[in-house]
């Protein structure tokens, strides 16, 4: 797995969304080159919303593992129906 997106290295300036964490109600920063965050006060693991850019990348595979891939994917085709 990747430490950052290497599909958004077409962008110029990566975009902050900030996430409240469910745990411990800190707020985590979360940039769209970042695939997974741990919250600094507790440890738990936020991700990126990987949803939308898993039909176009051709790193997904890479980024999320075949597993998470494929079901992703297969998710994906469902809601398309």
């Not at 997106?5 to 110029?12: A, H, I, N, Q, V």
């Not at 990126?48 to 494929?70: H, M, R």
Request: hydrophobic share 30%; glycine share 6%.
């Amino acid at each position: 797995m990747f430490s950052g997106c290497p599909g958004t290295s077409r962008l110029k300036t990566p975009t902050l969304e900030i996430k409240i964490c469910p745990v411990c109600g800190s707020e985590i920063e979360l940039f769209s080159t970042d695939i997974q965050v741990p919250c600094d006060k507790c440890g738990f693991v936020a991700y990126n919303d990987i949803q939308s850019c898993i039909s176009w990348c051709k790193y997904a595979k890479l980024c999320v593992g075949e597993e998470l891939y494929n079901k992703l994917m297969n998710k994906e085709e469902k809601t398309e129906e």
